[in-house]
């Protein structure tokens, strides 16, 4: 069975760069995309972007050059670092695994990160 | 970026109430559009996939519809466990983008 498990800090302050881990179990990161997805108070769900199979990576143009996600293949985790970070980035962060021609099948239980003074 | 709008945030039903949400793209998806449903502290779940195939486990009283711009999920017989939120997403073109959510509530 196909599990992610977010991790990181639950408070970032204004600013500073918020850092956060995908661990997978039950399939190896070398195959497929692997996700983050992010959602607002208020419900709204943001696709923030991917790592592929090979490392190549996929970022929304919305967040510009703030967003970089890698990787580290020995240990089947993903990484996600957002720089610049203000209270607009305060969401939930899931990390997700997508499959081709489908949606996202599987998906971490979500790390909620305030941006906060 | 392709919207994806979702015309009712929320409406009530009954028990046993066939439900029909509706997602609309602003343009032509080609029919890569996904229905997630999400339970309050759960993350989202995959549904349905390419607009009407369910995934391993969902139960058939779900089905999908649509084509082109507009996109419909039906629930027949509504359960107590399918109140939740539902969010269309759209995967033809990136950045793949979701609808605002519709939240079924038991009236």
């Known amino acids: 069975e196909v599990q992610l498990q977010e991790s990181g800090p639950s408070l970032v302050k204004p600013s500073q760069t918020l850092s956060l881990t995908c661990s997978v179990t039950?399939?190896?990161?070398?195959?497929?995309?692997w996700n983050w997805i992010r959602k607002f108070p208020g419900n709204k769900l943001e696709y923030m972007g991917y790592?592929?199979?090979?490392?190549?990576?996929y970022y929304n143009p919305s967040l510009k050059s703030r967003i970089s996600i890698t990787r580290d293949t020995s240990k089947n985790q993903y990484y996600l670092q957002l720089n610049s970070v203000t209270t607009e980035d305060t969401a939930t962060y899931y990390c997700?695994?997508?499959?081709?021609?489908?949606?996202?099948?599987?998906w971490g239980q979500g790390t909620l990160v305030t941006v906060s003074a | 970026d392709i919207q994806m709008t979702q015309s009712s945030s929320s409406f009530s039903v009954s028990l046993g109430d066939r439900v029909t949400i509706t997602c609309k793209a602003s343009e032509d998806i080609y029919n890569r559009l996904a229905w997630y449903q999400q339970k309050p502290g759960n993350a989202p779940r995959l549904l349905i996939s390419?607009?009407?195939s369910l995934e391993t486990g969902v139960p058939s009283r779900f089905s999908g519809s649509g084509s082109g711009k507009d996109y419909t999920l039906s629930i027949t017989s509504l359960q107590t466990e399918d109140v939740a939120t539902y969010y269309c997403q759209q995967y033809w073109s990136t950045p793949w983008t979701f609808g605002g959510g519709t939240k079924l509530e038991i009236k």
């Open positions: 997700a695994r997508s499959l081709h021609g489908r949606g996202f099948a599987y």
């Open positions: 790592i592929s199979y090979s490392g190549s990576t």
């Open positions: 390419g607009v009407t």
């Open positions: 039950g399939d190896s990161i070398t195959s497929g995309y």
